[in-house]
């Protein structure tokens, strides 16, 4: 930088810089690579690794503060493991011939095998700190039903087939015994479209129980295990120990010769997992790719060994320092920074292919290397020193965005350039001025393209007009096409590769499998409102519930058993347990005056203040089996979902979950609406006496989106207006600098056309690609109205001036962008589809940005001039 400030002091005083730039040449290389040194050790010995949960993503809410509140005195929600489990009999070629026959996961031999599994991960659970918290399991649940009814106190492992186990559990009863009984249909509804494959045929058992005769063995193809895992551990804890479970449930073992079972486990934390271990290899060998393009491309353009070694040494190290600085602060990373390296690389070679360029002719003037360097600078600094100042600033339009990894995003681009920028003008310069200091004057040879720069220029004199038509025809319909086409989507599993990537697979299989497939929750908080210590006004507040139970059985997306006299939502919370309190023993709610009526739970005759906590109390104190499902006890069950305040004596919080079918962003988004409505009418109806919050991963995605969209519109305006006011005070004219940044907004209209076009969506990474566009279009614009405006300044025609430019700068343009294109376009290679998305809108960014500045802007220039009575 001070080199560069250094320059607007005059010719006078270039000959005494470029003395003093080549006596610290030396120290200059030195310094440079004590620098990348340090920050290389850095990297290597404190690299914090990559993060990339749906937490770290989404934008700080009051909600967050509510659930911190709340996370003192309650256990956080768990979070969820699916597994899908299907038959597997070994073929002689490997394979499982279920693939070619109908298998029963149900099959006894099967259940026992599952039974064991799960058996093992207790075992694990149990080993290292208890962090299971609960199982949906077929198994389990037919254990329990065993230790419930079997007076010889059997397991699983004692039964030969389901006769036997159905002689053991039922004593003449019969499928029809069950109706009225709504807390057991449900349950079973819910494992039946939940835990079962859809092609579930339960017949066999209803027949034998009525009948006495025939094999009662029921038959599915799949079946569900879900695992909830506790929320109290951290969110890297989480990931390594769902990755361990994965790994007991898919290594050998489950697969061994006289396996009944095969395993596919998804779930978020193991998705981010996946996603953060791969993501240091992705950025590796990416990375190399990029340089050995940038090498390619450089050596074409300058046909030199120095031309190419010193800017790719340059922006090497600039890369480590912008990683080691970022790693020294002590950020952590997301995948989101594997696009950092390209950027960088991209801008860098801009820089250097400028600078470098400007050597060659300053070196025909000019015996010396340093002489020339500080020439070459000078005539470029402010070109470059605007450029770079536009795209910083565009880049940390990003630090206002609401997504913690969009702000770490963005400002690692802002240090990346302005080290690129450093590199370029500093470091490379002193890497030539000492290499041709102690080794001699090297040969360069850059590319020209004299012919071209007439062939362009006839072009402009000819058809400026008819460009500019077809530019506003083009315009217009990008703008129409991506205000109709383009729409806001937030996956994890974008962040993995469609292809070959097992977790993908597992998850379509159970979208096709189950009716109720790996359901997510919506979480609901109540707590006391501002200024009170308590919730109270327990009739008003069960009343409260009772509505909502209401409202949300009628929403589609909420998992609703059917089959039932009465709507039962999947959900739990204080009213759902306290109605299966009373289902399962009438006296419990005779004592607190709670009861059935109408198939509808309700206070009864008597009811006074006191009794919800007496029930509650008496709940806590209650080990009995209160979860048919789940294997959870009463006092598990209300302790996940109420707290009391420190006396005891009151209630202090609440927190109801959801079960909601959500399978993509956009549902996600309608849930999220549905729920946050509801929340507001819990709230506002005053009956509950709290303020109420909505938490839960369909809630932080949706968060996600809306802070994606935001983030877009405000580093858009901030890029824009930061490019508006560099120019408006360097050229004075309102007029000149619109002329200069429309081509920037043409080509960003392009853009998100072109991503309508090609059917891409907004995204974390392509979010950003107007931001991008700006910075990298207004560098391109500048360049082009320096050299031209230069040009007109020292007397040539219009003409003349728009030729001069076209063989320079126009040359340079091509080759930077050129070079930047291709890095991008390397992002094409990775196995992550965001990425690979983010690699080719840059692309087109940077494609259609140099159209602009070489296509639209010079027109616009010639018709500027020759509007100020110049007709040269």
């Not at 963005?410 to 990346?416: S, V, Y």
């Not at 470091?427 to 102690?438: F, P, Q, R, Y």
């Not at 006074?608 to 209160?626: H, I, K, P, R, Y």
């Not at 000149?736 to 056309?753: E, F, K, N, R």
Request: net charge negative; with cysteine; hydrophobic share 50%.
């Amino acid at each position: 930088m001070v080199l560069v400030a250094a320059m607007a002091n005059g010719a006078s005083s270039r000959e005494s810089l470029a003395r003093t730039f080549e006596r610290m040449a030396l120290p200059i290389v030195v310094v440079s690579i004590l620098m990348t040194v340090a920050m290389a050790d850095q990297l290597l010995n404190d690299f914090p690794g990559f993060t990339t949960d749906l937490d770290s993503f989404a934008p700080e809410t009051e909600t967050d503060a509510a659930e911190e509140r709340m996370g003192e005195v309650m256990d956080a929600s768990p979070h969820m493991i699916y597994i899908h489990v299907e038959p597997y009999i070994k073929s002689a070629d490997g394979g499982n011939e279920c693939d070619e026959i109908v298998c029963n996961v149900l099959e006894f031999g099967a259940l026992q095998q599952l039974s064991d599994d799960l058996s093992r991960i207790e075992n694990y659970s149990a080993a290292n700190g208890n962090f299971v918290v609960a199982h949906l399991n077929v198994a389990d649940i037919l254990e329990r039903a065993l230790e419930e009814r079997d007076e010889q106190g059997r397991a699983l492992a004692d039964f030969n087939d389901w006769e036997e186990f159905l002689g053991a559990v039922t004593d003449g009863e019969k499928c029809t015994d069950a109706i009225g009984n709504d807390q057991a249909i449900a349950s079973a509804s819910f494992a039946a479209s939940a835990m079962l494959h859809t092609d579930l045929d339960y017949e066999p058992v209803c027949e034998w129980l009525d009948t006495g005769e025939g094999d009662p063995t029921p038959s599915a193809s799949s079946t569900m295990w879900a695992i909830e895992i506790s929320g109290e551990i951290s969110d890297d804890e989480r990931q390594e120990e769902s990755s361990r479970i994965r790994a007991l449930l898919t290594a050998k073992h489950p697969l061994r010769d006289d396996s009944a079972l095969k395993y596919g486990v998804i779930s978020d934390d193991l998705i981010s997992h996946d996603i953060n271990e791969s993501t240091l290899d992705n950025l590796v060998w990416l990375l190399l790719i990029a340089v050995m393009v940038v090498v390619l491309l450089l050596a074409v353009a300058f046909r030199s060994f120095m031309m190419v070694a010193a800017p790719l040494l340059g922006l090497s190290a600039a890369l480590v320092w912008t990683y080691g600085i970022m790693t020294v602060i002590g950020v952590r990373f997301s995948v989101l920074e594997v696009a950092v390296a390209p950027v960088v690389l991209g801008l860098g070679i801009d820089y250097s292919i400028h600078l470098q360029r400007g050597y060659e002719e300053a070196k025909g003037r000019y015996a010396s290397a340093a002489r020339a360097w500080v020439e070459s600078v000078s005539v470029l600094r402010l070109a470059l020193s605007l450029a770079v100042v536009t795209t910083v600033f565009a880049f940390l339009a990003n630090s206002f965005s609401e997504l913690p990894p969009l702000r770490t995003f963005g400002f690692t681009l802002a240090l990346g350039v302005i080290s690129a920028f450093v590199v370029s003008t500093v470091s490379v310069g002193a890497v030539h001025v000492l290499v041709e200091k102690t080794a001699g004057e090297m040969q360069h040879r850059s590319l020209q393209m004299e012919r071209m720069a007439d062939l362009a220029t006839r072009f402009q004199r000819r058809n400026t007009a008819r460009v500019l038509l077809v530019v506003a025809l083009i315009t217009m319909g990008s703008v129409i096409v991506a205000i109709r086409e383009l729409d806001t989507s937030f996956e994890l599993t974008d962040f993995l590769s469609e292809d070959g990537v097992e977790i993908i697979e597992v998850r379509n299989d159970m979208y096709d499998s189950y009716e109720a497939a790996a359901w997510k929750s919506v979480i609901i908080l109540i707590e006391p409102a501002s200024g009170r210590d308590a919730l109270t006004g327990e009739k008003d507040l069960l009343k409260g519930l009772g509505f909502f139970d209401d409202r949300i059985a009628g929403i589609p997306e909420v998992v609703n058993p059917t089959n039932t006299d009465s709507q039962r939502p999947s959900y739990d919370g204080l009213h759902p347990i306290l109605r299966d309190a009373v289902e399962n023993d009438p006296s419990f709610g005779e004592s607190y005056h709670f009861g059935i009526f109408d198939g509808e739970f309700g206070v009864a005759d008597g009811f006074e203040e006191g009794d919800l906590m007496g029930a509650v109390t008496a709940l806590m104190a209650n080990d009995s089996a209160g979860d048919g499902l789940r294997g959870l006890t009463w006092a598990e069950r209300i302790g996940m979902h109420v707290a009391l305040t420190e006396d005891g004596q009151s209630l202090l919080y609440l927190k109801m979950r959801v079960d909601v079918l959500v399978r993509t962003s956009v549902e996600a988004q309608e849930v999220a609406d549905v729920f946050l409505k509801q929340a507001q009418l819990l709230e506002e109806d005053g009956l509950v006496g709290g303020e109420v919050y909505v938490s839960g991963d369909v809630i932080v995605l949706n968060n996600v989106l809306s802070g994606l969209v935001i983030s877009q519109v405000e580093s858009t305006t901030i890029s824009l207006f930061v490019s508006m006011l560099v120019l408006i005070l360097l050229t004075r004219k309102l007029g000149q600098s619109l002329v200069v940044i429309l081509p920037v907004g043409l080509a960003g209209a392009w853009v998100v056309g072109a991503m309508a076009m090609l059917g891409l969506n907004w995204n974390v990474l392509t979010i950003m690609i107007t931001a991008l566009t700006i910075g990298l279009g207004i560098d391109y614009s500048i360049h082009v109205w320096r050299r031209f405006e230069a040009n007109r300044l020292s007397g040539m025609g219009t003409w003349q001036a728009m030729r001069d430019m076209y063989a320079t700068t126009g040359t340079a343009l091509l080759l930077s962008a050129g070079t930047t294109i291709c890095g991008f376009l390397v992002l094409m290679l990775s196995p992550i589809p965001v990425i690979q998305d983010f690699g080719i809108v840059s692309s087109i960014s940077v494609l259609f940005s140099l159209m602009m500045a070489l296509l639209v802007l010079p027109g616009l220039l010639a018709a500027e001039f020759r509007s100020a009575n110049d007709y040269s």
